[in-house]
């Protein structure tokens, strides 16, 4: 008797501890998904004091980026005044007043000139240093070799070299003066009006046209019969001169050399 209540005594405990352990294991589970509504206030509460102090931090940064900003631009100001006050601010110099080109001044023997070439005309006294003899000389670019009028050429031998002896006349006298050149070579010149070719010597001459000075070779002739007794040819002209065809005597000679020729 006693042992079957003991036994169902037992029966019953059994059940019973297996009832609690399934209700345990139900209440277990349910605390993953279940909140109590005292828990949620306080999570309410968190979340907008978190709320609060991000926007706190978001207005705090923004106030520091525009206090950045102030600053960089004081900065830069103070830069460019600091700049505006050292350096000077360029200025271009003031135009030079441009002076006016003189007049030409004849009287002085300055010719005129196209890039540097002197212009002459037909026809200019031609200045024949040494002796200082003015002549009439005609412009002639179609003649190779420069021309002057010379009587009674004579050569001769000096120190081993050729040299020759002539008579140049004086304008507007009946008079030569004498000179002695080296000869500096021979040429064949050819005259419509000769029959045949007639050799000339050559020599050099310093002469002045206008007031450009110069050496240059010229053929020793007897011109007596021609209108001028000395003829340019393209020897001296080249690189030198420019003719203007439509003119005579558009270059005058230094005034120290006309006045020491009465001109």
Not at 80 to 101: G, H, N, W, Y
């Amino acid at each position: 008797m006693c042992f079957k209540r003991l036994r169902a005594g037992r029966s019953a405990l059994s059940v019973t501890v297996l009832t609690g352990t399934v209700l345990l294991a139900g209440c277990a589970t349910d605390s993953y998904f279940m909140v109590p509504k005292s828990d949620l206030g306080e999570l309410k509460t968190s979340v907008q004091s978190q709320r609060a102090t991000l926007v706190t931090m978001e207005d705090n940064a923004k106030v520091r980026h525009e206090k950045v900003l102030e600053h960089t631009d004081a900065s830069t100001q103070k830069v460019l005044e600091a700049i505006a006050t050292q350096v000077a601010k360029p200025s271009c110099p003031p135009m030079p007043a441009q002076k006016a080109c003189p007049a030409s001044d004849k009287s002085k023997g300055q010719a005129d000139r196209l890039k540097g070439k002197v212009i002459v005309g037909e026809v200019e006294n031609f200045y024949l240093a040494g002796p200082g003899l003015i002549y009439k000389a005609r412009i002639d670019s179609g003649a190779e070799t420069s021309s002057i009028d010379a009587r009674n050429v004579t050569r001769f031998e000096r120190d081993g070299s050729n040299w020759v002896r002539f008579d140049v006349p004086v304008p507007g006298a009946e008079e030569f003066i004498t000179l002695e050149k080296e000869i500096s070579r021979r040429v064949k010149v050819i005259q419509a009006s000769a029959d045949g070719a007639e050799r000339r010597v050559v020599v050099e001459l310093q002469f002045s046209i206008g007031d450009h000075q110069q050496v240059a070779e010229f053929t020793l002739a007897d011109r007596s019969n021609l209108t001028y007794q000395a003829l340019i040819g393209r020897n001296v002209l080249r690189d030198v001169m420019l003719i203007d065809v439509g003119k005579e005597y558009a270059t005058e000679l230094p005034e120290s050399i006309r006045t020491d020729n009465g001109k």
